[in-house]
């Protein structure tokens, strides 16, 4: 488009933007909130949202206001976070102020945070509006910190709880945890919340506080969007020096190799086994992926270059978003090119990690967090499967011969639907004996809470194919992929349940759509080998109890929670 041209829409798009903000009329919205009309964009760029008004609450008092102002007026209201997203559980594309929605941002306020330190244990106290690289450096201050976290620090502590957003660590053969520290998702670390629900007797909506050893407390330890959590108290243990290797020269048929033929070669269980943190990312049509090994170690390694801030490969993380389309429209228009664009990308990888971040040591934000919004904006889809730790081999390998196999199939017909890399992680579930107080409540909607029919299987694998949002054949090789995944991983050694974050539910044309895995697979998945008082019924129904007038829910939560 000639610069004129793009000059002329960016004024149009801004005259209309004021057009609606100076026409648009709240009806008797609370006069002392602020409030400004705002485009919304997820991360990947897929969810675009025009004209929507967005208000920031200064105090408890005024969040309250606006809650029960959009019940009593017939408004959704959505938390926006910072829009770190793929899937549509906030907004669906396209909607505007006409569909009554007000955005709600608690980052510019809800922040505080109070730490209690006991013998044993920390409780970190803190609102949901705060960010994480935050949160985890006035813990660090406080000399505290989390086993693992999600990557990106740019998320808001509510938004990562609400989709049980986690990282990668499992317990190392010979490691004796810290009190405090948990190995699954972050929600597993929640010892009680205040949430906003609907008083009956009061016939309006408040703040209620709920006790993570209460049962009634289970469905909002993950609540995927269906409700708003204030405050969060949660556990936590004394900070940990990491250490993190990275790997680039071991090839990804040795890591992903079958359990039978796993003697004298380097698999990822084997990483497992020895440090517990790892993480892969390949990048198709390349032999050997970039490997992250994380360890404890109390003490600087002499081989290791001691880091004092998050965010330590640049060469992955400075990628802007204009850059990002670029990428995104090349791939998309000359798909012929992605063998070439993956193998330049691991070049670029295995070279940049000899110069640094190749084995750097430090406290343990500094090292969990290493994503920043100028990264590649692709998207992704999403699973954990559920198995026994001594299958996590059999696991990985069954996915990976497949996700190559898929690829390869394409190929020869010279399609390229896949130009972003695969990711690996492998986490704890969240295990209730993990937490400090007796009988807590399990994550009702966790996608790793554990089966009681299945104690064996003590691990999560999380499962991610990513590639840009324009890519041809994107959609079918997805749908493709996952009903094979939910064939494969059926129960008999292993079970997969989506991330609710990512991609899922591939339909013919987009994701979310498929009839099939919205009301029967994802509710089955949450169901089978659990408790009829803890499980994805009981769960519905308590969501529909603290929120009626379903105040908070996206279409796409509608579909999933059907009246």
Known sequence: MPSSDLLKKENSDLQNEIIAEIEYHLPNFPKEVIWKMINFKNWSGEIHAGNLPCCIPKTVEEMISVVNWAWQENYKL??????????????????????????????????????????????????????????????????????????????????????????TAIKALDEIPLPGHTFGSLSNAILSLSAVVWDKDNQQYTIRHFERHKPDCAPLLTHIGCSLILEVQLQAGKNQRLRCQSFTDIPADELFAPPESVKEKQTFSDFLDKSGRAEIILFPFTPAPWLKVWSVAPTKPAASIEVKAPYNYPFSDNISPTLSDIADNLLANFPLITP?????????????????????????????????????????????????????????????????????????????????????????????????????????????????????????????????????????????????????????????????????????????EDKEVLTNIIPASLTAGLPADNNWVSAVSALQKYDPHHLFRSPLLDKLFPV
């Open 340 to 512: 070439l664009v993956s193998e330049m990308q691991y070049q670029l990888t295995h070279t940049a990690l000899q110069n640094s971040g190749k084995d750097i040591w430090g406290w343990s934000k500094n090292l969990l967090l290493y994503v920043k919004p100028t990264t590649l904006r692709v998207t992704a889809n999403g699973y954990a499967v559920l198995t026994q730790r001594k299958n996590i081999q059999l696991v990985l390998n069954k996915f990976y011969t497949h996700w190559k196999q898929l690829i390869l199939h394409y190929a020869n017909q010279g399609k390229f639907p896949i130009n972003g890399p695969l990711e690996v992680r492998v986490t704890g579930l969240d295990d209730p004996t993990e937490v400090v107080y007796a009988e807590a409540a399990v994550p009702a909607l966790s996608a790793i809470r554990p089966r009681l029919d299945r104690p064996e299987w003590d691990v999560a694998v999380w499962l991610d194919v990513l590639t840009f949002p324009e890519t041809p054949y994107a959609i079918e090789f997805c749908r493709q992929f996952e009903q094979w995944l939910f064939n494969e991983f059926e129960g008999s050694y292993a079970c997969a349940r989506v991330e609710w974050s990512k991609g899922w539910a591939y339909g013919a044309n987009r994701a979310w």
């Open 78 to 167: 959505r938390p926006i976070g910072q829009s770190h997203n793929w899937s549509p559980l906030l907004l669906a594309s396209g909607q505007s102020f006409r569909n009554r929605i007000m955005l709600l941002d608690l980052s510019a306020h809800f922040t505080h945070v109070n730490i209690e330190h006991r013998s044993q244990f920390s409780i970190v106290t803190a609102q949901t509006g705060i960010l994480m690289e935050t949160l985890l450096t006035q813990m660090e201050e406080q000399g505290l910190g989390f086993t693992a976290t999600p990557a990106p620090g740019d998320l808001t502590l509510g938004a990562v709880l609400a989709i049980d957003g986690h990282g």
